[in-house]
Protein backbone atom coordinates (compact mmCIF):
# COMPACT_ATOMS: atom_id res chain seq x y z
CA UNK A 1 0.00 0.00 0.00
CA UNK A 2 1.55 3.50 -0.92
CA UNK A 3 0.41 6.65 0.15
CA UNK A 4 -0.13 9.80 -1.41
CA UNK A 5 1.72 11.77 1.70
CA UNK A 6 5.27 10.76 0.35
CA UNK A 7 6.34 13.39 -1.57
CA UNK A 8 7.59 11.31 -4.68
CA UNK A 9 3.84 10.14 -5.28
CA UNK A 10 2.25 13.43 -3.88
CA UNK A 11 4.16 15.47 -6.41
CA UNK A 12 1.21 14.09 -9.16
CA UNK A 13 -1.72 15.12 -7.10
CA UNK A 14 0.60 18.86 -6.69
CA UNK A 15 0.55 18.84 -10.42
CA UNK A 16 -2.76 17.74 -11.35
CA UNK A 17 -3.82 20.77 -9.30
CA UNK A 18 -1.41 23.70 -10.42
CA UNK A 19 -0.63 22.63 -14.30
CA UNK A 20 -3.86 20.96 -15.38
CA UNK A 21 -6.51 22.70 -13.08
CA UNK A 22 -4.38 25.91 -13.03
CA UNK A 23 -5.28 26.31 -8.94
CA UNK A 24 -2.24 28.01 -7.01
CA UNK A 25 -1.09 30.37 -4.65
CA UNK A 26 0.54 33.85 -5.97
CA UNK A 27 3.60 33.17 -3.85
CA UNK A 28 5.40 35.07 -6.74
CA UNK A 29 4.06 38.38 -5.70
CA UNK A 30 4.19 37.22 -1.97
CA UNK A 31 0.58 36.48 -1.38
CA UNK A 32 -0.01 33.16 0.37
CA UNK A 33 -3.14 31.32 2.01
CA UNK A 34 -5.50 31.85 -1.18
CA UNK A 35 -6.51 34.82 0.01
CA UNK A 36 -5.46 36.23 -3.61
CA UNK A 37 -4.92 33.10 -5.51
CA UNK A 38 -3.65 32.32 -9.54
CA UNK A 39 -5.69 30.56 -12.37
CA UNK A 40 -4.22 28.86 -15.19
CA UNK A 41 -5.32 26.03 -16.52
CA UNK A 42 -3.24 24.50 -19.04
CA UNK A 43 -4.88 22.11 -22.17
CA UNK A 44 -2.83 19.57 -22.94
CA UNK A 45 -2.86 16.48 -25.64
CA UNK A 46 -6.16 14.94 -26.32
CA UNK A 47 -8.12 15.85 -22.89
CA UNK A 48 -11.34 16.74 -23.96
CA UNK A 49 -12.35 17.60 -20.27
CA UNK A 50 -11.45 18.42 -16.40
CA UNK A 51 -12.62 19.88 -13.41
CA UNK A 52 -12.08 19.63 -10.04
CA UNK A 53 -11.72 21.84 -6.18
CA UNK A 54 -9.57 22.80 -4.10
CA UNK A 55 -10.58 23.22 -0.28
CA UNK A 56 -8.91 26.50 0.70
CA UNK A 57 -9.31 28.01 4.23
CA UNK A 58 -11.31 31.04 2.76
CA UNK A 59 -13.93 28.42 0.76
CA UNK A 60 -14.07 26.12 -2.47
CA UNK A 61 -12.03 27.12 -5.23
CA UNK A 62 -13.26 25.47 -8.38
CA UNK A 63 -11.87 25.45 -11.97
CA UNK A 64 -13.15 23.53 -14.95
CA UNK A 65 -12.40 23.50 -18.92
CA UNK A 66 -13.26 21.92 -21.80
CA UNK A 67 -11.32 21.48 -25.10
CA UNK A 68 -12.16 20.17 -28.80
CA UNK A 69 -9.32 17.46 -28.04
CA UNK A 70 -6.55 18.90 -29.95
CA UNK A 71 -5.21 20.91 -27.39
CA UNK A 72 -7.67 24.24 -27.82
CA UNK A 73 -9.81 25.21 -24.76
CA UNK A 74 -13.35 25.58 -25.74
CA UNK A 75 -14.38 26.81 -22.33
CA UNK A 76 -13.62 27.73 -18.89
CA UNK A 77 -15.58 27.93 -15.14
CA UNK A 78 -14.66 28.88 -12.30
CA UNK A 79 -15.40 29.75 -8.69
CA UNK A 80 -13.68 32.47 -6.56
CA UNK A 81 -14.85 31.95 -2.92
CA UNK A 82 -16.28 35.15 -0.77
CA UNK A 83 -13.76 38.00 0.07
CA UNK A 84 -10.83 36.30 -2.25
CA UNK A 85 -9.79 37.18 -5.74
CA UNK A 86 -8.02 35.86 -8.52
CA UNK A 87 -5.67 36.39 -11.04
CA UNK A 88 -6.49 34.15 -14.52
CA UNK A 89 -4.21 33.81 -16.96
CA UNK A 90 -6.52 31.76 -19.52
CA UNK A 91 -4.65 30.24 -23.08
CA UNK A 92 -5.66 31.99 -25.79
CA UNK A 93 -4.90 30.52 -29.32
CA UNK A 94 -6.81 34.07 -30.83
CA UNK A 95 -4.59 36.76 -32.79
CA UNK A 96 -7.66 39.47 -32.32
CA UNK A 97 -8.44 41.79 -29.15
CA UNK A 98 -10.75 40.11 -26.31
CA UNK A 99 -14.64 40.56 -27.01
CA UNK A 100 -15.42 40.36 -23.43
CA UNK A 101 -17.97 43.53 -22.66
CA UNK A 102 -17.60 45.16 -19.41
CA UNK A 103 -19.01 42.51 -16.88
CA UNK A 104 -19.18 43.22 -12.59
CA UNK A 105 -16.43 40.96 -10.98
CA UNK A 106 -14.35 40.56 -14.43
CA UNK A 107 -11.42 42.77 -15.29
CA UNK A 108 -9.73 42.61 -18.61
CA UNK A 109 -6.12 43.69 -18.09
CA UNK A 110 -4.81 42.08 -21.95
CA UNK A 111 -2.87 39.61 -23.79
CA UNK A 112 0.47 38.85 -22.94
CA UNK A 113 2.58 35.64 -21.78
CA UNK A 114 3.22 33.78 -19.08
CA UNK A 115 4.78 30.38 -18.76
CA UNK A 116 5.55 30.24 -22.28
CA UNK A 117 2.11 30.63 -22.93
CA UNK A 118 0.01 33.19 -24.90
CA UNK A 119 -2.68 34.19 -22.30
CA UNK A 120 -5.10 37.10 -22.14
CA UNK A 121 -5.20 38.07 -18.32
CA UNK A 122 -8.48 38.76 -16.11
CA UNK A 123 -8.99 39.88 -12.39
CA UNK A 124 -11.79 38.36 -11.18
CA UNK A 125 -13.65 39.01 -7.61
CA UNK A 126 -15.36 36.59 -5.63
CA UNK A 127 -18.46 34.69 -7.77
CA UNK A 128 -18.40 31.72 -10.64
CA UNK A 129 -17.69 32.56 -13.86
CA UNK A 130 -17.83 30.55 -17.34
CA UNK A 131 -15.87 32.02 -20.03
CA UNK A 132 -16.27 30.55 -23.56
CA UNK A 133 -13.80 30.81 -26.49
CA UNK A 134 -15.03 30.38 -30.19
CA UNK A 135 -14.61 32.38 -33.63
CA UNK A 136 -11.75 34.58 -31.90
CA UNK A 137 -13.40 35.55 -29.45
CA UNK A 138 -14.20 35.72 -25.16
CA UNK A 139 -17.89 36.35 -23.16
CA UNK A 140 -18.52 35.54 -20.05
CA UNK A 141 -21.16 34.98 -18.32
CA UNK A 142 -21.38 35.22 -14.46
CA UNK A 143 -23.66 33.02 -12.02
Same mark, same amino acid.
Given at each position: ? $??? $???? +? ?10 ? +? ?19 ? #? ?26 ? #?? $? ?20 ? !? ?7 ? !? ?7 ? @? ?13 ? @? ?16
Amino acid at each position: M $NSF $NHFA +LGAVGQWMYEFQ +LGITTDHQNGEAGYKHFVLQP #QVAGTFESLSGSYESNNGKIYSSWTSDG #QG $NMISYKATVPANTSATLYLPMG !IEGEDSLKP !IKGVEFKGI @GQRNGIKVGTYELSS @GTFEFNLKDGTVKVKTF
